[in-house]
């Protein structure tokens, strides 16, 4: 098997990330930005990794002041109609994600996914929808996607299963948050004033 400097496989993926910032809508991504600014509240939730770039945008999103709650944490409030929820999802189908996204819209909440699938079950219910990655391997059982993405050691050319989706969301993200930093007017300075100071 070919060996790589590790440096040159963090080049080759950002590369690949340039790539797709490339093919990322400036319409779509000034929707989702419109919805995020709108909402009353926002909800955000992925599965595996995917869930880990969620939390990590919920985070940016308190520190811009903005009221953000992860799916599933205990002091998490119930969601109501004018409520925004996010979803990082690939395939836009894990079953648990999308069970969750049908209750939501099911009271009103608003649908924004963050995906590399929009013809998918998720996509369908969605009213905003970021394309990111348009390349992503396939996974034949969609309930089992969660689990598959956890356990599995297979590889796609030089990254694992997901990996590009979830790196390339997790920088789509930040930008996000970099332009609302402009649209707000918010500087670095507010932002750590909420960071957190007990840790």
Known sequence: MESHRVQEMMRLMASKIREIANTISDEEAEKFIL???????????????????????????????????VVGETITPALNRGD???????????????????????????????????DSRIGKIADCTVIVEHQRDAVADDAAEFEIRQMMGDHKSFAPLGTLFETASMVFA??????????TQVDESALKNRHTNIE
């Open 84 to 118: 925004v929820m996010v979803i990082f999802s690939g395939s836009g189908r894990t079953k648990t994600v999308a069970d969750l996204a049908e209750t939501a819209r099911d009271i009103g909440g608003r649908i924004c996914l963050i995906t590399s699938n929009a």
């Open 174 to 183: 930040d930008a996000v948050i970099s332009r609302m930093m402009e649209i």
């Open 35 to 69: 919805e995020l600014l709108n909402a009353k509240r926002i909800y955000v939730i992925g599965a595996g990794r995917s869930g880990l770039v969620a939390k990590a945008f919920a985070m940016r999103l308190m520190h811009l002041g903005l009221h953000a709650y």
